[in-house]
């Protein structure tokens, strides 16, 4: 069995988890960067739209796969070196992506080519840095106690959502002036998070006994994380839903044109946001809730987001003021669930539930637009009840191990 012996001195604490922070940040910016430079550049280049989405599509689907593997990677090298390594692999796969792009613009090769590229490039790095967020959950998880894991987790979630904000930003004011540079600065700022990772994150003492008979590991069928695995996808389920149709919302119940709708989808989706960071970040940091309460008052106020929507599409106040109740809703719920998975198993465990969490919220990811552009094509509302009840069937999962568990 592993044996740790905690070398976390407590006065580096906090910039440890800073660090982390800081890394995921810079993950989150090079994502949404993707996002926002990906489309322009495939016009260019000539790439389809479905070309697009399929290579999005598959490097989702290898994340997926390859988290749950990176679990026990995790477990054997230890967290900090699982997470500098996925860093590095996400530094290089920014360089080696901008790089691509920009001699696919100068058409040096054929779009077929340019088309198997991208997909090898981002399947492959997906693949290489799906430890990233499972290694810096794991990191969190074996320096804090028990009473301020959620606090802790929330920390760490709420860096992908700063990210997101930023990211945009980057994109619209350095794009103008070249497509590939935001892409670049989002390789040397990744570089930085990697370099603050080595330096600061402090590595663990791993003792490794004769009888690996007692080696324990975590199951994607154990008991006790299974209905949490569940509460997650679901809750990526509808957190995905939201985020793929708000737009077609937007410019279908407002009556307003394409470029309008763009604009009106930007300022919803950023008060989600803003909302779900500032909850996160300063809500969850300052008041340390336990799972449960944050999991009940998280499901409430995405109850309340989703039922406005079903209630009052055609005023554009409600769709702002349902943002922000999402916002807050999925910034409770989600570190809730996450932080209830780590207080379910044992500390020399923690590498494989992160990563089994991490997979079942990519494949939540995976699936929700897919599902959530069907039933919206069916009826808006039915689609916004569907995220209820797939909120309600999460919190039940998720209350289930709570109570069991009693943490």
């Known amino acids: 069995m592993r044996l740790f012996t905690n070398g976390f001195n407590k006065d580096s604490v906090l910039l440890q988890h800073i660090t982390l922070v800081i890394g995921l940040v810079c993950v989150g910016i090079g994502q949404t960067l993707l996002y926002t430079i990906l489309g322009p550049a495939s016009r260019t280049i000539g790439l389809s739209e479905v070309g697009v989405g399929t290579i999005v599509t598959s490097a989702a689907l290898i994340i997926t796969v390859a988290s749950g593997l990176w679990g026990g990677v995790i477990t054997k090298v230890g967290s900090k070196t699982a997470y500098a390594a996925g860093m590095a692999c996400y530094t290089l796969g920014s360089f080696s992506l901008a790089y691509a792009i920009g001699l696919s613009i100068e058409n040096t090769f054929s779009v077929t080519l340019v088309f198997y590229l991208l997909l090898g490039i981002r399947c492959v790095t997906g693949f290489l840095t799906a430890g990233i967020h499972p290694s810096a959950m794991t990191y969190i998880s074996e320096s804090t106690s028990r009473e301020k894991r959620s606090a802790a987790i929330a920390l760490i979630s709420s860096a992908y959502g700063i990210g997101s904000i930023i990211g945009p ?3 619209s004011f350095m ?3 070249s497509l590939l540079l935001p892409l670049y600065v989002a390789g ?9 990772g080595l330096i600061f994150l402090k590595g663990k003492d791993v003792h490794i006994e004769v009888n690996k008979n007692k ?3 975590v199951k994607l069928t154990d008991t006790r994380t299974l209905p949490i695995l569940i509460a997650i996808a679901l809750t990526y389920v509808s957190f995905s839903a939201y985020q793929q149709t708000i737009s077609f919302y937007v410019q279908d119940n407002l009556n307003v044109s394409p470029n309008q709708s763009v604009v009106l989808t930007g300022y919803a989706v ?7 960071v500032v909850t996160q970040l300063f809500y969850i940091q300052a008041f340390k809730p336990k799972p449960k309460s944050l999991l009940l008052f998280g499901l409430f106020s995405c109850v309340i987001g989703f039922l406005l929507l079903v209630l009052f599409s055609k005023v554009l106040l409600f769709i702002y003021v349902e943002s922000g109740f999402l916002g807050i809703g999925f910034g409770m719920m989600i570190p809730a669930i996450q932080s209830s998975a780590s207080l379910a198993v044992n500390e020399d465990e923690q590498g494989g539930v992160a990563g089994f969490l991490f997979g079942a919220s990519a494949f939540g990811y995976v699936i929700g637009p897919l599902l959530a552009t069907y039933v919206y094509s069916v009826n808006s509302k039915i689609l916004f009840s569907v995220c209820i009840l797939a909120s309600m069937i999460s919190a039940l999962s998720t209350l289930k191990i709570i109570n069991n568990r009693n943490f």
């Open 188 to 196: 040397i700022i990744s570089l930085l998070g990697t370099v603050m």
């Open 169 to 171: 930003m980057l994109g």
């Open 215 to 217: 080696v324990r590991s």
């Open 175 to 177: 794009g103008g002036g």
């Open 270 to 276: 950023s008060i989600m946001a803003v909302c779900m």
